[in-house]
C-alpha cells in the first residue's frame, strides 16, 4: 500500500533535514576546535613535564592533558551511549498464546508492508506503541522494532477499533517517505544526548578532581569549557527539535491516513474520542487503590474495574452507548472548551485530537467493521487481566497481608467516594468550577424563574466562557509581555502576529464585564429563588447560615493559605548549602511560623471528619507533631525524622484547607437540592 504525502510532510521534512545539516556542520567545527583544544593540552601538557621534571610540573602536566582528553570525551560520548527501554512493567505474548491477535496483527504487517515486531508486549494502560533500543549506530543499521498494547485499551475497544490504533503504529514506519521521520527522531535522540545526559560525564570529572588539588583546577577549566559547548550545542537542539516536532505531527497525520486505509476513518475516530475517558477511568481506580493502601486492600481485576468506571462516567454524561461501549462524540470530548484563543504548539509532538478528527472526516473510508470487543481476541482475556492486575499490585508495599477487593464492594465503595467527592449532577456542573456569588443579597425575584432556567446550558456556557476569556487575556498578556514567543496566533477566526496582540485585550475585557454581569444576575437570581424555596420549606435561617459560613471561609481563605506560603519559604533554605550558624537562626525565626501552623491544623484535626481526608498513620504523625515541640537541628546535622514530620504538616495542611472549604460548598449545595425537591413537590400540591 503506498500513500501520498502531504505537501506539508514534505515541507516540514525538508525543514527538519535542513536543520540536521545545518547542526552537523557545527558539530563539525565545534568537534575540530576540540580536538585542536586537545591536542594542544595534551603536547603542551608533555612538553611542560619534559621542559622541568618535578613535581609540580607532572601535576600540571598530567592535568593539561586530562583537560584535553575530557573536553575531548565530552564533544563524542554519545557514540558509547545506549537508550535500553525499561521492560519490567511488561509482558512479553508470544503466537501460541494469543493466535488470533497475532493474525490479526499480521494482517496489519501484510497492508502496510513493514517488518513483524521483534516481540509484542503487553502493558498496564491504555495505550499502543512501538519502541526499539537505540543508540548512535541506529542511524545506519536496521532495527526490529517492539510493539506495546495496553490492556486498558483492549478492555475498552472493540476489534476494528483495536486494528485501527495498532495500523496507526505500524503506519509510522510503513514506508520510505516515513524513513526520513525515523531518521530525524533518531538524530534528535542523540543530540538531546549530547546535550543533555552528562550525568556520567561529570562524575568522572568529580572523581579526577577529588586526586588532587591541582586536579581541580584543572577539572573547572574543563567543565567551563564543556558548559560553553554545551550551550552552543543547546541552542542548537532547540532549533533542530522544534522541526522534528513539526515533521512528527505531520507523521501523526501521515499515520492516521495509513490506519484509516487498513481499518476504516470511524474506528480511529471513534477510538480517539474515547481514548481520553478509558485513561481517566483507569487512573480513577488506581487512585481508589491508592487510598486503599493502608488498608491493605488491592484489586483482583482492575479492568473490570476500570471498565465500570467508564461506563458510570459514560451514564452520568448522558452518552449514548454503541458496540456496548460509550460512543463520545467530538462536541462532548470539548464541550467546557469556549476559547476563541488558538496557538499552534510547536513544541508538541502530537496534534490535538480535534485536528486528527478533521482530516479523518475528510478522508471518509469506510471499511467493513468487525465490532465486537477487543477482548475476544485473546484465549482467556480475563486471567490475563488477573495477571497483569497481580504483577501491577505485587510493587505495592504493604504492611500486612494485602486482600482483594471484591467487584461488588469496589462498585458500591467507588459510586459513594464520588458522591462525597462530587456536587449533584443536577446543577449541570454549573459550580463545579465556580463557587456562589457572596455579594449577593435578598431581593424580590425580577420574574418568574424555573430551576431549570438558572442551570441550563446556556447559563452554564456562560461560566465557562468567562473561564475561557480570563485564561485568553492571561495568554494574550504573555504574548505581549514576551513570556510566551510566538509570530502569529489565531482568535476568533481571525490571524494575528504578536504585535497586534495589545489591540485584543479592550475586546476581551469588554466580553468579560459583560459575561460577568449576566453570571451576577443570574448568581442573585438563583440565591433569591432559594431564599424563597426555604421560606416555604421553613429552612430559611438553615439556608442563609450555611451560605454565609461559605462566604465567611471564602472571605479568609487566602489569608489562611499565606499561613502554608509563609512556613513554606522559611523553610527553603533546607534545600540549599546553609551555613550551621545561619541554620539555627533560620529555625528560631521559623518558630512563631510554626506555633501559626499548628493553631491552624488543630481544629481539623479534632473534626470528626479527619479520617475521611487522611489515613490512620498520617493521623497519628500529625497528633504527634502537634502533640511535641520538634528539634529539627542539633549538633550541627538535621534531625531527618523530626524532618519528614514538619514537611508532612507543611502539606497536608493547604489540602485539609480545600477539603473543608469543598465540604461546607457540597453542604450547601446539598441543601439547596433538597430545597429543589421540596419546592417542586410544594408546586405540585
Known amino acids: 500500500m503506498y500513500i501520498q504525502v502531504s505537501e506539508d510532510f514534505k515541507k516540514k521534512s525538508k525543514s527538519a533535514v535542513l536543520a540536521i545539516t545545518i547542526f552537523v556542520m557545527v558539530y563539525i567545527l565545534l568537534f575540530l576546535f576540540t580536538v585542536l583544544l586537545t591536542v594542544a593540552c595534551v603536547v603542551g601538557g608533555i612538553l611542560l613535564i619534559i621542559a622541568k621534571p618535578m613535581f609540580l610540573t607532572l601535576m600540571l602536566g598530567a592535568g593539561a592533558i586530562g583537560t584535553g582528553v575530557f573536553i575531548f570525551f565530552f564533544i563524542i560520548k554519545f557514540l558509547f551511549k545506549k537508550h535500553i527501554n525499561d521492560r519490567s512493567h511488561l509482558t512479553e505474548i508470544t503466537r501460541s498464546q494469543e493466535p488470533e491477535l497475532f493474525k490479526m496483527i499480521d494482517e496489519i504487517v501484510k497492508e502496510t508492508e513493514t517488518d513483524f515486531p521483534k516481540k509484542i508486549y503487553l502493558s498496564y494502560d491504555v495505550n499502543a506503541s512501538v519502541f526499539y533500543d537505540s543508540s548512535f549506530w541506529s542511524m545506519f543499521l536496521p532495527i526490529k522494532k517492539n510493539l506495546t498494547i495496553g490492556v486498558g485499551l483492549v478492555n475498552t475497544s472493540t476489534k476494528q477499533e483495536l486494528k485501527a490504533i495498532l495500523s496507526h503504529e505500524f503506519g509510522h514506519f510503513s514506508q520510505r517517505s516515513m524513513k526520513v521521520g525515523s531518521y530525524v527522531y533518531n538524530v534528535n535522540k542523540i543530540i538531546f544526548n549530547l546535550v543533555n545526559d552528562d550525568e556520567s560525564y561529570r562524575n568522572s570529572i568529580e572523581s579526577w578532581a577529588s586526586m588532587s588539588g591541582y586536579f581541580s583546577i584543572f577539572a573547572a577549566i574543563s567543565l567551563f569549557i564543556t558548559q560553553?559547548?554545551?550551550?552552543?550545542?543547546?541552542?542548537?537542539?532547540?532549533?533542530?527539535?522544534?522541526?522534528?516536532?513539526?515533521?512528527?505531527?505531520?507523521?501523526?497525520?501521515?499515520?492516521?491516513?495509513?490506519a484509516?486505509?487498513?481499518?476504516?476513518?470511524?474506528?480511529?475516530?471513534?477510538?480517539?474520542?474515547?481514548?481520553?475517558?478509558?485513561?481517566?477511568?483507569?487512573?480513577?481506580?488506581?487512585?481508589?487503590?491508592?487510598?486503599?493502601?493502608s488498608k491493605n486492600q488491592?484489586?483482583?481485576?482492575?479492568?473490570?474495574?476500570?471498565?465500570f468506571v467508564m461506563n458510570?462516567?459514560?451514564?452520568?454524561?448522558?452518552?449514548?452507548?454503541?458496540?456496548?461501549?460509550?460512543?463520545?462524540?467530538?462536541?462532548?470530548?470539548?464541550?467546557?472548551n469556549k476559547s476563541k484563543l488558538v496557538i499552534e504548539n510547536q513544541w508538541a509532538s502530537h496534534p490535538s485530537h480535534e485536528e486528527r478528527i478533521t482530516k479523518l472526516r475528510n478522508l471518509n473510508i469506510t471499511k467493513e467493521a468487525d465490532n465486537e470487543?477487543?477482548?475476544?481476541?485473546?484465549?482467556?482475556?480475563?486471567?490475563?487481566?488477573e495477571k497483569l492486575t497481580a504483577k501491577l499490585f505485587s510493587g505495592v508495599k504493604y504492611e500486612k497481608g494485602r486482600t482483594d477487593l471484591d467487584l461488588d464492594i469496589f462498585k458500591t465503595e467507588f459510586e459513594a467516594q464520588y458522591k462525597k467527592d462530587s456536587f449533584d449532577k443536577v446543577f449541570n456542573s454549573y459550580y463545579d468550577n465556580k463557587n456562589p456569588d457572596f455579594t449577593v443579597v435578598e431581593s424580590t425575584l425580577s420574574k418568574e424563574l424555573s430551576f431549570d432556567e438558572l442551570f441550563s446550558k446556556e447559563k452554564v456556557e456562560l461560566v465557562y466562557t468567562l473561564i475561557a476569556l480570563e485564561n485568553d487575556k492571561k495568554t494574550i498578556e504573555a504574548i505581549i509581555n514576551k513570556e510566551l514567543i510566538l509570530k502569529t496566533f489565531d482568535y476568533d477566526g481571525e490571524k494575528y502576529t504578536s504585535k497586534e496582540a495589545k489591540k485584543l485585550i479592550p475586546v476581551i475585557e469588554h466580553s468579560i464585564a459583560e459575561i460577568k454581569v449576566q453570571i451576577q444576575q443570574n448568581d442573585a437570581d438563583i440565591y433569591n429563588y432559594f431564599?424563597?424555596?426555604?421560606?416555604?420549606?421553613?429552612?430559611?435561617?438553615e439556608f442563609t447560615d450555611t451560605y454565609r459560613l461559605l462566604a465567611d471561609l471564602d472571605h479568609q481563605y487566602d489569608e489562611k493559605l499565606t499561613v502554608y506560603t509563609d512556613?513554606?519559604?522559611?523553610?527553603?533554605?533546607?534545600?540549599?548549602?546553609?551555613?550551621?550558624?545561619?541554620?539555627?537562626?533560620n529555625f528560631i525565626t521559623l518558630k512563631p511560623l510554626e506555633e501559626k501552623l499548628k493553631k491552624e491544623i488543630k481544629p481539623y484535626m479534632d473534626s470528626h471528619t479527619i479520617s475521611l481526608d487522611l489515613g490512620e498513620q498520617e493521623i497519628k504523625d500529625l497528633n504527634y507533631y502537634l502533640s511535641n515541640d520538634l528539634v529539627y537541628f542539633n549538633n550541627d546535622q538535621y534531625m531527618e525524622t523530626h524532618l519528614q514530620l514538619l514537611m508532612k504538616a507543611i502539606n497536608i495542611y493547604?489540602?485539609?484547607l480545600s477539603r473543608k472549604y469543598f465540604r461546607m460548598k457540597k453542604d450547601l449545595l446539598d441543601i439547596m437540592k433538597e430545597l429543589k425537591t421540596s419546592f417542586d413537590m410544594e408546586k405540585v400540591n
Open 228 to 258: 560553553k559547548i554545551q550551550w552552543v550545542l543547546t541552542k542548537m537542539y532547540s532549533f533542530v527539535n522544534i522541526r522534528h516536532m513539526a515533521l512528527s505531527r505531520e507523521m501523526e497525520f501521515h499515520a492516521d491516513e495509513v
Open 260 to 293: 484509516a486505509h487498513i481499518a476504516g476513518s470511524l474506528a480511529l475516530e471513534e477510538s480517539l474520542l474515547r481514548i481520553e475517558l478509558a485513561s481517566n477511568s483507569y487512573s480513577n481506580v488506581l487512585s481508589f487503590y491508592e487510598a486503599k493502601i
Open 298 to 307: 488491592s484489586s483482583k481485576n482492575i479492568y473490570k474495574e476500570q471498565f
Open 312 to 336: 458510570f462516567f459514560a451514564q452520568l454524561n448522558e452518552l449514548e452507548i454503541k458496540h456496548h461501549l460509550p460512543n463520545v462524540k467530538l462536541s462532548e470530548s470539548g464541550l467546557f
Open 373 to 385: 470487543p477487543a477482548r475476544d481476541l485473546f484465549k482467556h482475556f480475563e486471567q490475563t487481566e
Open 531 to 541: 431564599i424563597r424555596s426555604a421560606t416555604y420549606s421553613g429552612r430559611k435561617s
Open 567 to 585: 512556613i513554606a519559604n522559611a523553610t527553603a533554605f533546607m534545600n540549599t548549602k546553609t551555613a550551621f550558624d545561619q541554620i539555627k537562626r
Open 654 to 656: 493547604p489540602y485539609l
